[in-house]
């Protein structure tokens, strides 16, 4: 109780489980690194960083994060399609991360008009207010998607995955995770790791991409042919 009570320790304890350490056996100079970039870039989007180390995550610093988004990054993100005020679906306190995810990405479609249409590479690129490269771009293989919004980079997108259908699903997560987590955050992250937040972004992307209602209509009709 007593180091929940005191911010600076609880942020620390914080990190260490989510790294999937005890108390005080994490490495010290990672712990500190996440502990200054967190007052950087904002204590939620390090505590994503922290939790996808443990699967094979590089422990990025804010300046290495940087300089990625300079040199491999697009501009974007700056006027996304957001959602009408008051209209952003809200999780219960029980609610699944994909419930949440889902309904976004339909309220989305339904504002936009998309109905059951595919969204192009452009109509996509445009939500995220990104250019296509960023889609079609040929990748030096960064260790994350992510989008980092801070005076000294600019608002920058880098995708990881090579392959087009691979970018195209991650540009859509992190085009989810603006809009369920509006405020101050700087760092927008898409990782391997299965928090709440990159699960309801999963659920955005997938949702947004290929509704589930028309897939299932499209699966009932393959197995009656």
Known sequence: M?????????????LEALLGADPDEATPETIEQLVRDADVLGKNSISELAADIPSGGVVWGADAL???????????FQDISGLAPGTLPQAGANSPA???????????RAQLGLGATPISNKKLA???SVSERALLADVRDPDLSFVLDDEQSGCRLVLRPKRLPGRRFDLARLLGDRLMNPG????FLATRSRTFRQKAQRSFAAELLAPFEEVSVLLKGMALT
């Open 126 to 128: 445009d939500l995220a």
């Open 98 to 108: 994909w419930l949440l995810g889902a309904r976004v990405a339909k309220t989305l």
């Open 66 to 76: 940087r300089e990625v988004a300079r040199s491999r990054g697009f501009d974007g």
């Open 184 to 187: 101050s955050e700087k760092l």
């Open 2 to 14: 007593a180091e929940r009570a005191n911010p600076g320790v609880a942020l620390r304890r914080r």
